[in-house]
Every structure is written in structure tokens, then in C-alpha cells.
């Protein structure tokens, strides 16, 4: 029995669409905890009662410390505590992010936890890492970063010995910036198998395994992904209203534009993890539906099936060994 | 008359879509001069043989100088020289990049060079500025870019009044990486119609006129957009095979399909700028159609006509007026 703390204040569609994800997510194997105040229907699941609320647009550092009772902290906490093996939220990435790190803790030898995605790819899934924890990153921060989308690729997605290529503005070793040339260099030299460099154009397309990136420029290409998905599909529907022709061929090909969106659109399928912590963090998408909130919380308890916190202590050690001193300035 | 340098063997599908598209473009008002070897059928164009070429994985700097023969440096010197009012090419960014400074030379006061592409959104077009000539960039570089893509919103678009956004992470003034923070108060302080920051998922919708960025975050952002277009669209296909109904749909949607993709995708319709120079240079997409090649030969003598070298001059100018003494450093 895997007991995931859901915070039910988190997202734009709180508390109703978290509730009903929750409930939905709820197995003999799956037990959700909400955290919210008195008043929401819990639907029968386990709830904690909280009596304060983190805003989207609340400065992150300072509401976490602010508001120790608010359902996102006490939902984190209750990981820190024991009391839940994850936790999911809908809520403020930076605030999920300064209470986990005030909270749970980085694992040892962990410089910055990341953001790790899995890109449902064409020709199978890429995690991408990190995909907006770090705006500003090091070489040494990525090298961290491409060890533990290692985990996440062998563990909850099941890809043997994964690949782990450099997201860049070249395939060539020359092409990037001296972020992404200096964290080449490392990446070469250590025990990864690494595959050089991709593009963002490549991103749904599914080459990579594993993409390392810093959390500016992973957020800039996920974002420009699920945007041209969305603006894509909405002018195709608008020029399809344009003739007769066109609204018989939009009412005919909705089961499989619902297929397509369902399948590629990152944003529709769940959360990500927040990977580099002494406990398991999934964040959802603010907009999340109950479908996403659902396959969050599996997404979090296939994590702590997989062991993949206990994992990654060792991973992070493997990347500890790899890296050269000056890598510690 | 506005003459036209066109490099004959820039591209992957050089030299004939490349001699198509210029003809395409002839007219009264525009004539191309092709630049490429001996040979080649120039379909009654004016034609200046060249000897050498420079490949897509020549290295940039190292075979501009090597190859002063070559079909692109010879296209880019003409402008130098006088002999032309501007080059279009779809060889390697890289060569014409070294080439350009190397011959065209940049405006005074300019520091860096960038390329501005107008993304064609859904609400009208607008200027993403870099796309990808300085992969590491200062914030003076921002504020220098976001000037230049003022010019090219007013003279090109005919946008009156342009505003500028920052390509962040977050719409709010806090969220970004230390260089869009810091590019955010020089762009505060500036005589521009700073209008904050904007994310990568409404590229395509057209909130903003001109979007400034590193050459780093512009090339991902806009390949994201790219790939994603035709990934979609490819799935979506591969989706309708499936079923009769979905075939159906397939060949009803097909007109549309294309219409959309025309429409909005940047790869399709053409060329971007290569602004900050002593002469007005045009990159095409390496993959160019002769749609593509014509269009950006168009788009070169629309820049002549607008005078958007002056323009650029004067506005770079006030560029330096607006920042402060430790810009320089």
C-alpha cells in the first residue's frame, strides 16, 4: 500500500479536479491522502485538514516559510514525516520546490534537484532533464542532472542501457554554448553513454533516451512544444471551419486528433518528478485535469514501487566518482 | 532595381531549387545574380562563375577564409563591393555569419550581429530576435537585439509602435535565469515599449511583436516549433491511416492541412534577417524549397526598398543613447 499526500489546493481546477483525480487513482495498492480544508468533499479518501493556501503567483521562498499550514507544505511534509512515501501538487513550481528542499532534503551529494519530464516521443519516450528547477545551471549541475534521468529512464520507463545526448542548437560537438561545451566535455569523460548532442526540432520525434538541459532552456522547449501543439491543432480547427468540406473532414478526424493530443501532449498525461530529494515529488501541471492529477499520482507510486528515491542515492554517487575536482569549485 | 546576390549552392537542395526560386522572383523591380560554379543552367539569370563551395559541416570561420572563391563568400563580397543591394543564401549560418563580419562588417555600435526571423503567429506576425547567431549573449546584446527588432516590426511589418517582450520562463518579472533578469532592467530603463516577459507556449499565438532572446534560447525555441509542426502533423496522419473514417478525414482535412502548415510554419515561408551589418543579408533555411528561396529573395529587396540597413543605423544609435556606462564594460 503506497500512500501518495495529494494537496488539494494545488492547480488552477482546485480542489474539484484534484478530488475527483484522487478518487480515481485510489486502488487497493494506491492510497491518496488529500490536504485542504475542512469543507472540500473528500469522496470517501483520507483527509488532512489544513487552514492556509500557497497562490500561483505568491513569492515561492517566502510563502513556503510563511504558511506551514497551507496544503502544499503540510502535503510535503507529511513525506518528510513519514507519514505519506510521496506527494503530489498542482500548485506553484517554485513553491513545491523551496518546501521540498526546506523540507524533504537533497540526497547526499545532490548540488540542485531537477525536473525530470518524460516527452511522450513518436518512437518512444525521453525523459527530459532538467525541464525548469534551474534557471541558471553549471556544467557539473547537468552532468548531476543526465545521472538521474538515467534512473528515471531504466526504472519507470524500462529502457535498457539509456542514452543520454546534450540538448543544443547543432548536432555537431562545436555547435552550443559554453554551458552546453564545457558540460560536453564532461559528459565524454564520464560513465554515461553518451550520444552527443540533439535539437529541439527532434524533441517529439523520440532519438534520445535521455535529454540533459538546464531548467531555462528545458521549460523554453517544453513550453514552445505544448504552445505549437496547442495553436497548431486550434488554427487546423479554425481553417477547417471554413468550408463544408473542411467541418466534415474536422467531425471525422476528432477521435484521432483527441488520439494525437492524447499521446504527444506532454501536458495531458501527468506530472513530473522532482528528481535529486530524500523523498519522492511529483508536480502536475497547474492546468491539470483529473485524468493528469490521476496519472500523477500512479506517476508517484510507480516511483516509490521502483525504488526510484534509493536509486538515485546511488546514481548521484556514481556521478560524485565522475566528476574531476575542479568540477567542485 | 534591386540587385539580389544569390549564393547558387547554399542548401541542401542546391543548386536547383535554389535557381528556380530566383526565377521565380525576377521581375521589373527585383534582379537576382547568381553566384556558383560554371555549369550550372542559370535559366537566363545573371551569373558571376565561382570556384569552391563551403559545405554545411565546413568549419564556419576556418573556410570562409580559406575559400575566398567560394559561391557564398563571392555573394557576400558583391554587397561589399557594391555590386549587389543584398545576399540570400541557404548555406551554412555559421559562413555566412563569419563572412558577413568579415566583409559586410558590422554598423557602428553594433556589437553582435543577429537573426531575426518573423514567426508568421496566429493573431499576425512576430519578430523573434536571436534566432541564433550568438549562442552566449550579454544583456547589453538584449537590449542591442530588441532595438533591431524594432526596426524590423515597423519598416517590415508595417506594426506601429512595437512592444517588446523577454522569452522567459514565466511571465512574472521574477522568473527567469541571471542574463533575462538583468537584459529586464536594461530593457525597463530603455526608450522601447518594454511590454515584460513572455513564454515560449504563445510563440505561435502572436501576444507579442517583437521577442528578444539569446541566440541560444531563440535557435531551441524556434526548432521546438518547427519539429513540433511537422511531428504533429505527422502523427496526425500516421493516426488517420488507421481507419477508414480517419482516411476519409485524411483527404477531406488534406487542402486545410497544408493551408495551416503554410501558414504558420517559419521554415516554409522564407528567409530571416541578419541584422547589425553595412549591408542587408538574408539566411534561408538550409532545407529551402524554391517557394522558400523566392521568398526569401522577396524579403531581401523588401529590406532594401524599406532601407532598413539606415533605419537600423539611426536606431542603433539610440540604442546606445539608452544604455548606461557599466553596459560597456
Given at each position: 500500500m503506497i500512500r501518495v499526500a495529494v494537496d488539494a489546493l494545488g492547480g488552477d481546477r482546485a480542489p474539484e479536479e484534484i478530488v475527483s483525480g484522487a478518487s480515481d487513482a485510489a486502488t487497493d495498492a494506491i492510497r491518496p491522502i488529500l490536504y485542504g480544508p475542512p469543507g472540500i468533499d473528500a469522496r470517501g479518501l483520507e483527509h488532512v485538514e489544513t487552514s492556509d493556501v500557497i497562490e500561483m503567483d505568491d513569492p515561492a521562498v517566502e510563502s513556503v516559510r510563511a504558511k506551514p499550514d497551507s496544503s502544499l507544505v503540510r502535503a510535503v511534509r507529511s513525506v518528510a514525516a513519514g507519514e505519506a512515501d510521496a506527494v503530489v501538487s498542482a500548485g506553484s513550481t517554485g513553491a513545491m520546490l523551496a518546501a521540498s528542499l526546506l523540507h524533504i532534503r537533497r540526497l547526499p551529494g545532490v548540488r540542485r534537484p531537477a525536473i525530470a519530464v518524460a516527452i511522450p516521443a513518436r518512437r518512444g519516450p525521453t525523459v527530459l532533464i532538467d525541464a525548469g528547477a534551474n534557471a541558471d545551471a553549471r556544467p557539473e549541475d547537468l552532468l548531476q542532472f543526465a545521472h538521474m534521468g538515467v534512473v528515471f529512464a531504466e526504472e519507470i520507463?524500462?529502457?535498457?542501457e539509456p542514452q543520454v545526448r546534450l540538448l543544443s542548437?547543432?548536432?555537431?560537438?562545436?555547435?552550443?554554448?559554453q554551458l552546453t561545451l564545457d558540460a560536453a566535455a564532461l559528459l565524454r569523460t564520464s560513465t554515461l553513454r553518451f550520444a552527443g548532442n540533439t535539437e529541439s526540432r527532434s524533441l517529439l520525434e523520440g532519438d534520445s533516451d535521455v535529454i540533459v538541459t538546464d531548467g531555462f532552456t528545458g521549460n523554453i522547449a517544453l513550453k514552445a512544444l505544448e504552445g505549437t501543439i496547442r495553436s497548431l491543432l486550434d488554427a487546423l480547427r479554425e481553417e477547417l471551419e471554413t468550408s463544408l468540406r473542411g467541418k466534415l473532414a474536422g467531425l471525422l478526424m476528432r477521435p484521432a486528433a483527441r488520439q494525437v493530443r492524447r499521446r504527444?501532449?506532454?501536458?495531458?498525461?501527468g506530472g513530473a518528478y522532482l528528481l535529486g530529494l530524500r523523498g519522492l515529488v511529483v508536480i502536475a501541471h497547474g492546468s491539470s485535469s483529473r485524468v493528469a492529477i490521476a496519472n500523477a499520482i500512479r506517476l508517484a507510486a510507480r516511483g516509490v514501487e521502483h525504488e526510484v528515491v534509493e536509486r538515485l542515492e546511488s546514481g548521484v554517487l556514481a556521478s560524485a566518482r565522475s566528476t574531476t575536482p575542479t568540477a567542485e569549485r
Open positions: 520507463l524500462e529502457i535498457e542548437i547543432g548536432e555537431e560537438d562545436e555547435k552550443g554554448n504527444l501532449d506532454p501536458e495531458t498525461y
